[in-house]
């Protein structure tokens, strides 16, 4: 998309339309936070604990005052690669 717009000088809207992607996608940028503290908390809590799944993992973060959603605690899980063993 870039090369398009810069190489070839097609503007924005032009170049989007020739590859099939709405100009809002291009635009599109994340607004994610950091997670770095739930992950680091996380893989201690795991590697204490590796008879535990992230459903009780979340349930000690809780305790702790971490408050994560499940939903983004199963997907930090998942990328760290902590399962049970």
Excluded at 23 to 51: F, H, K, M, T
């Amino acid at each position: 998309m870039s090369w398009a717009i810069e190489k070839k000088g097609y503007s924005q809207r032009r170049a989007c339309r020739l590859s099939g992607m709405g100009p809002r996608v291009y635009r599109y940028a994340s607004r994610r936070g950091d997670d770095e503290g739930v992950r680091v908390r996380l893989r201690e809590l795991a590697a204490i604990r590796r008879r535990f799944g992230y459903r009780r993992l979340h349930i000690l973060l809780q305790r702790e005052g971490l408050v994560v959603n499940h939903k983004k605690l199963y997907r930090i899980y998942r990328e760290e690669r902590l399962t049970v063993r």
